[in-house]
């Protein structure tokens, strides 16, 4: 593809800061009940973080590509009796590598299945704890010092608050969202048995290019430290015989910068602020290079904070501070609804 880079210059996107005609504020539909596999953000909800959370407790998050899926709410599911699970999934994933054949619950297999509570990462006071999977390979016989090592990891979140708590029937578990990563034969084993086991289904989630223009605000409007790396807008140029991606990398503190003036609600973000926030950086890469932009679709966003791509990809950045900074701005409330 073709990367085109002009950086912005902010002198002359301030006098178009303020053009658009208010058109409210988003509010997104529940997360299930809808086969189409859209993503949704709500500036409303978001993933709470303790300050004092330790920085292992999240460092499986970073520097991670993670596929995101929806989920429906889990029957009869219980935090009490992760262990217990643990158990049955490692007998499950042993005897789908064995071509179904049937295998001992409690016998020590090559993989070796965790699953473990993460009481401080959730949407709100009401959700539900989210619920870490781990799968790692036994270390062989040979080599009983060496340290086991993690092949795949998915977490269940819960974000959207007493949306879905108030009327969720008893016997059911609402975490609604599911980050995978590693191979996807493993997602694939691994989302099959719980389908079975608590009569829940999985959909793969894509991000649609509104949704990305949302991250992309909310990410740039997060406080970073100097010499951040820039933001960058990937589109995809449509009706074309090969395909044509376009490269728009502005600096963080240019893109920070053009936000505040944009911005009218500190910790508030509107549908007209995204909109005149992403219209500005049309009009100036117009400017430069006479292509609107608003004629193709944006496929991917990458900031310091983190990149999502169309496809349904997430991958936070590599900083502790930047991971705080990204659930304290409620960056990852994901939802099935649309507007």
């Keep these: 593809g073709v990367v085109l880079r002009p950086f912005l210059v902010m002198e002359s996107l301030d006098g178009a800061a303020r053009t658009l005609p208010s058109i409210g ?29 330790d920085s292992q407790a999240v460092a499986f998050l970073l520097r991670k590509r993670w596929a995101l899926y929806s989920v429906t709410p889990l029957y009869k599911f219980s935090s009490a009796h992760l262990k217990a699970y643990a158990k049955l999934l490692s007998a499950y994933i042993a005897a789908e590598k064995q071509n179904g054949l049937a295998v001992e619950v409690g016998v020590e297999l090559d993989i070796k299945v965790a699953i473990s509570c ?11 704890a989210a619920v870490l ?4 390979l036994r270390p062989q016989a040979s080599q009983k010092k060496s340290e086991e090592k993690v092949v795949w990891s998915g977490w269940f979140c819960s974000v959207c608050g007493d949306d879905l708590s108030k009327n969720m029937p008893a016997d059911f578990t609402c975490l609604p969202v599911f980050l995978a990563n590693g191979a996807e034969s493993y997602t694939s084993i ?41 933001m960058e807008l990937v589109f995809s140029v449509p009706s074309l015989p090969q395909s044509l991606d376009i490269s728009y990398a502005i600096h963080a503190e240019d893109a920070k910068a053009l936000w505040d003036t944009v911005q009218k609600t500190p910790g508030e973000i509107t549908q007209e602020e995204v909109d005149v926030f992403m219209d500005c950086l049309y009009s100036h890469f117009h400017r430069h290079f006479k292509i609107h932009l608003s004629a193709t679709k944006l496929v991917k966003v990458s900031t310091a904070v983190a990149s999502a791509h169309c496809d349904g990809i997430i991958k936070l950045g590599l900083s ?19 507007k």
């Design 118 to 128: 993460l009481p401080d990462l959730k949407g709100s006071e009401q959700d539900e």
């Design 190 to 230: 691994v989302g099959s048995w719980f389908q079975k086991m608590f009569d829940c289904c999985f959909h793969h989630l894509a991000i649609s290019p509104l949704n990305l223009s949302w991250m992309a605000a909310m990410w740039t409007g997060c406080k970073l430290e100097e010499n951040a790396s820039a």
């Design 320 to 338: 502790r501070q930047y991971f705080i900074a990204a659930f304290q701005r409620k960056l990852l409330t994901l939802a099935l609804g649309q």
């Design 25 to 53: 504020r988003l509010s997104w539909g529940l997360p299930f009940g809808r086969a189409h596999g859209r993503c949704g953000l709500s500036p409303s909800g978001g993933l709470l973080l303790q300050k004092n959370l």
């Design 133 to 136: 999977v781990q799968l790692s």
